[in-house]
């Protein structure tokens, strides 16, 4: 049955290695932890099993909205009934997706963890019927972990009220510590580990030293093919980075989590087609991209964890073929990650203060704010309290972990459209305007569903077909949703802030040790990890890194620039051996040697006997006379 529905939705023949052992254990009704390498095809570990089950829902936490949209509409190109709910949203848009819940019109829920803070929304959740809780990302609830959300330490809650729903957790970054603690969160009732070699044989894993790095880049990507991507940390290097490469006639764009939602998506577009060669990007750009043929990924600035950097460079090779992970590391790079690690801690009062400063910029009062997402424009809050911006993510994000608020930089961006009145009615709509009644006949011609489910749309192609302003439209939208004929989301880039809780006293904000030091120690360790991979010389790194997740047995990769560098000089010894070995024999033959006589040397070194021989000659310590080599006093 598994592998009906496998070929029905997916059209594979075969699950990929470990996919049907982690299905089979899920319906089998076990707790389970899969360990799967980025790109191993973790999706289809509870797709299937959503499927398989007749009724009921498949709830998936997952912690960016963006990978929980795209694997939503993913599911819905398949024909497969699947809704999200998240903090962004809107009431009318939440209460629709209930409504599919309750009535069985959806098989999949994807909900962002900060949810699970909020006490209506698991009691309304008794209400459906839940077959499979799915944890994505699950090192986030893992206060070892490189990416820890405490809103993760909420999927308990769930777990009470559905008690004898098996769990699934995933993730492609664990250390065998990681993993004990994701079970151990969880509740697991027994230990259930599938775990997949984190070993990718056909990546070539390469630290470059460079002071130059943008010049290496550009030395790169003139010297192969294919699409690549190259990681920076800093929005305004990606710019640059990207200019540059376009100045020496290599095809290139940008991408950063502060552009428009549309630009962002006609430049992924561009690159997933092939039409750009080259990514420039923060790491805003690659979760959920699963572009198969990344030949190269060039990493410009050092990640500040092995576990970011696995799954940044796992983006490249995804079908198969020989791919290159680069790692471009100057003599700078260990004091910026060591002042990420300072930076990323602010001292307590500066925490409490940013806390302080975020209510009275949203106009909250003690107590007020509960369950509440309110706009957060980060660029004009830190212009006015003269806060330096990298200061106030650090407090927001260690206010987050807290659990006093959650800062969502990535808002549901795009449009959205529904339609409230009946069919019919449309034909009777008086007091309108003109303008309103073509951009309603135009945004009907385009879009299909608006009477069922709220509908993504671009006022800029509605604008293009009307030949209207794009304000024009949005005006006449404004007007039919005040007339209640649609309910209309306009697009919004700036970010949002959820508070799951009323407003605190500012004196009562605790920020506990394990938050703070042990969270910092943490991150301390991972750093010295990526220095020591980047900067160490004592092994091969594929090795050093699998190591690191657990692999201690791990043989060399042979590919990975250290074995290529111990490759290179083991054949040049080699050589030197074999070049002193022939000039002693021809030495000790008072009439020289025939090239046979010297390649029965060693019967199996003949092309490199050739080779060598050669080299001799031309450099002059060799003679060729009468079909014999002389050796030169």
């Known amino acids: 049955m598994i592998h009906k529905i496998l070929k029905k939705y997916w059209g594979y023949d075969s699950f990929r290695p470990l996919q049907e052992d982690i ?3 899920v319906l089998n009704g076990h707790d389970t932890l899969g360990l799967m390498p980025t790109g191993g095809g973790k999706s289809i570990t509870f797709q299937v099993p959503g499927l398989y089950f007749e009724e009921g829902v498949t709830i998936v936490i997952t912690p960016l909205i963006s990978l929980m949209k795209d694997q939503v509409d993913n599911l819905k190109r398949r024909n497969i009934r699947a809704v999200y709910l998240h903090s962004g949203m809107k009431g009318s848009e939440i209460s629709l997706v209930w409504e599919k819940l309750i009535r069985g019109n959806a098989r999949f829920l994807y909900v962002s963890p900060e949810r699970l803070q909020n006490e209506r929304f698991l009691a309304e959740l008794r209400a459906v019927n839940i077959r499979l809780i799915v944890v994505d990302e699950a090192h986030c609830i893992s206060q070892w972990g490189y990416d820890f959300r405490p809103s993760y330490r909420n999927i308990k809650k769930l777990r009470k009220e559905k008690p004898d729903v098996p769990i699934l957790a995933l993730t492609a970054t664990a250390t065998p510590e990681v993993a004990e603690d994701i079970q151990t969160q969880l509740e697991f009732k027994n230990g259930n580990i599938f775990r997949k070699s984190f070993a990718r044989d056909n990546i070539s894993y390469i630290v470059r030293p460079s002071e130059t790095k943008i010049h290496e880049v550009l030395h790169i990507l003139s010297r192969t093919s294919g699409s690549s991507i190259v990681y920076v940390r800093s929005r305004k290097r990606c710019r640059e980075i990207s200019e540059f490469l376009l100045s020496a006639d290599i095809s290139s764009t940008f991408y950063h989590a502060g552009l428009d939602f549309d630009i962002k998506e006609e430049r992924q577009n561009d690159w997933q087609s092939g039409k750009i060669r080259v990514m420039v990007a923060t790491n805003a750009f690659g979760m959920g991209i699963d ?44 004091g910026v990650l060591h002042r990420r690690l300072a930076e990323s801690f602010p ?100 879009y299909t569903g608006l009477f069922t489910d709220y509908i993504y749309i671009r006022e800029s192609e509605i604008s293009s077909i009307l030949e209207l302003s794009e304000q024009s439209i949005y005006e006449a939208m404004l007007e039919l949703s005040r007339r209640k004929i649609i309910s209309y989301i306009p697009h919004s880039g700036i970010p949002m802030i959820y508070i799951p809780t009323g407003r605190e006293e500012t004196s009562s904000v605790l920020i506990g040790k394990d938050i703070y030091e042990k969270r910092k120690e943490s991150m301390s360790a991972r ?13 091969c790194r594929v090795t050093r890194m699998l190591a690191y997740f657990g692999e201690k047995d791990a043989a060399p990769c042979n590919t990975c620039d250290i074995c290529r560098a111990k490759r290179k000089q083991k054949r040049s010894t080699g050589k030197d051996i074999l070049m002193t070995d022939i000039l002693s024999y021809i030495r ?26 050669t080299f001799l000659c031309n450099e002059g310590f060799l003679i060729y006379e009468n079909g014999r080599y002389m050796a030169r006093e």
């Open 23 to 25: 299905i089979r254990s």
């Open 347 to 446: 001292e307590r009062p500066v925490i409490k203060k940013t806390y302080e400063r975020v209510c009275n910029f949203l106009h909250l009062s003690i107590g007020e704010g509960f369950d509440s997402v309110r706009e957060f424009d980060i660029i004009k809050f830190c212009k006015n309290f003269k806060v330096q911006e990298r200061q106030c993510r650090a407090s927001l994000r260690l206010l987050s972990q807290a659990g006093y608020l959650h800062f969502i930089e990535e808002p549901d961006s795009r449009s959205r459209l529904k339609i409230i009145v009946e069919r019919e009615e449309l034909y009777d709509l008086n007091d309108i305007s003109e303008n309103a009644e073509i951009v309603l006949a135009a945004t009907l011609r385009a």
């Open 527 to 539: 750093i010295e990890a990526m220095l020591d991979y980047t900067f160490g010389n004592d092994g």
């Open 291 to 334: 572009k198969p043929d990344v030949r190269v990924v060039i990493h410009y600035d050092l990640p500040p964890s092995l576990e970011e950097y696995y799954q940044e460079a796992g983006r490249a090779g995804r079908d198969g073929m020989h791919s290159f992970a680069v790692l471009l590391a100057s003599k700078t790079d260990s």
């Open 588 to 613: 000790s033959l008072p009439q020289g040697a025939s090239l046979q006589m010297i390649e029965n040397l060693s019967l199996k070194e003949t092309t490199s006997i050739n080779g060598i021989v």
